[in-house]
T-cell receptor, first 113, second 111 residues
Framework: QKEVEQDPGPLSVPEGAIVSLNCTYSNSAFQYFMWYRQYSRKGPELLMY????GNKEDGRFTAQVDKSSKYISLFIRDSQPSDSATYLCAMSENGGATNKLIFGTGTLLAVQP | ETGVTQSPTHLIKTRGQQVTLRCSSQ?????VSWYQQALGQGPQFIFQYYREEENGRGNFPPRFSGLQFPNYSSELNVNALELDDSALYLC??????????FGPGTRLTVT
């Protein structure tokens, strides 16, 4: 069993839809949770960085962490064609600069105009 | 403030050869991490350098090695290339607060 599981998709939605992306994990020591967006043939771009359980909102993006269920989510409101990309969840046990990220496999999202 | 840069963008090598990939960290970041991303997979942690010392290593053989320089730029060296080493190699730099910011990657093809 992988430490981090993520549905690879692809997920196709119409423009303006609310998108829900999810990851589950098995390592209860994970405390820091991230979402990255990766366009084709580019490096991952950090979208959200959260610590422990709870919600964090940034514009159209909301990240949720439920440590009791070992489940994290990213919601995208009013989705746009420019949101079409692969979304990667990542986690680490430690914060600070010297942390090792464990990634999911990524979910491919297509937002249709 | 400049972001993380990597060179070259892509290269092709033959099995058994050696390769060096380079990374320039974002200004003010003293930690650099390297990841390997195979097609259709998430990035996998190779190793991390903090103040020029290796600070953690993933499940990669010793033929993967690295360096970090006083200006916090970094190199990833891979010896005795194998076909399975074909991947996107990503460098990420971190400030003290811990967020990792990735460069555009180097796409390595081994034939």
């Amino acid at each position: 069993q992988k430490e981090v599981e993520q549905d690879p998709g692809p997920l196709s939605v119409p423009e303006g839809a609310i998108v829900s992306l999810n990851c589950t994990y098995s390592n209860s020591a994970f405390q820091y949770f991230m979402w990255y967006r990766q366009y084709s043939r580019k490096g991952p771009e950090l979208l959200m960085y959260t610590y422990s359980s709870g919600n964090k909102e940034d514009g159209r993006f909301t990240a949720q962490v439920d440590k009791s269920s070992k489940y994290i989510s990213l919601f995208i409101r009013d989705s746009q064609p420019s949101d079409s990309a692969t979304y990667l969840c990542a986690m680490s046990e430690n914060g600070g600069a010297t942390n090792k990220l464990i990634f999911g496999t990524g979910t491919l999202l297509a937002v249709q105009p | 403030e400049t972001g993380v840069t990597q060179s070259p963008t892509h290269l092709i090598k033959t099995r058994g050869q050696q390769v060096t990939l380079r990374c320039s960290s974002q200004s003010g970041h003293n930690t650099v991490s390297w990841y390997q991303q195979a097609l259709g997979q998430g990035p996998q942690f190779i190793f991390q350098y903090y103040r020029e010392e290796e600070n953690g290593r993933g499940n990669f053989p010793p033929r993967f090695s690295g360096l970090q320089f006083p200006n916090y730029s970094s190199e990833l060296n891979v010896n005795a290339l194998e076909l399975d080493d074909s991947a996107l190699y990503l460098c990420a730099s971190s400030p003290y607060s811990g967020e990792q910011y990735f460069g555009p990657g180097t796409r390595l093809t081994v034939t």
